[in-house]
């Protein structure tokens, strides 16, 4: 397991790998927080710390929930308000220490407008 905190240590966060990629989406709420996704399977992250210490966000379709520490106020994850309808769910890697996420190649996804996505090394 990799681990992370928030800013104040308290939420903690353990993935099961390094992810093989990230996203960075554009869309109204990502870009201004400024996240970068790793996904994984709801089940599979363990998050020490919520709900007690956390405070949730729930936005346009209804179908998750941005959640961010009480305290410090830095965006921990996002989860599905239904997890027999959608199992993923997003870990802000911009918690963990750089060197734990490594070189990973981060994916740009348009969520503002068309949701298409691609990497900048495949663009002519």
Same mark, same amino acid.
């Given at each position: 397991? =990799?681990? $992370?905190?928030?800013?104040? *240590?308290? !939420?903690? +966060?353990?993935?099961?790998?390094?992810? /093989?990629?990230?996203?960075?989406?554009?869309?109204?709420?990502?870009?201004?927080?400024?996240? =970068?996704? $790793?996904?994984?399977?709801? *089940?599979? !992250?363990? +998050?020490?710390?919520?709900?007690?210490? /956390?405070?949730?966000?729930?936005?346009?379709?209804?179908?998750?929930?941005?959640?961010?520490?009480?305290?410090?106020?830095?965006?921990t994850h996002w989860e599905p308000l239904d997890t027999k309808a959608y199992t993923r769910?997003?870990?802000?890697?911009r918690n963990f220490e750089p060197e734990v996420i490594g070189d990973v190649?981060?994916?740009?996804?348009?969520?503002?407008?068309?949701?298409?996505?691609?990497?900048?090394?495949?663009?002519?």
């Amino acid at each position: 397991m =990799l681990k $992370a905190t928030c800013h104040c *240590g308290a !939420v903690r +966060i353990e993935i099961p790998s390094r992810p /093989t990629e990230i996203t960075n989406c554009n869309c109204s709420t990502c870009r201004r927080l400024g996240v =970068l996704w $790793a996904y994984y399977d709801v *089940g599979t !992250v363990n +998050i020490h710390g919520h709900p007690e210490h /956390t405070d949730e966000y729930i936005q346009g379709d209804k179908t998750l929930r941005t959640v961010r520490c009480r305290t410090c106020g830095c965006v921990t994850h996002w989860e599905p308000l239904d997890t027999k309808a959608y199992t993923r769910m997003g870990v802000n890697v911009r918690n963990f220490e750089p060197e734990v996420i490594g070189d990973v190649r981060i994916r740009l996804l348009d969520g503002a407008d068309t949701w298409e996505s691609f990497f900048w090394e495949d663009l002519p």
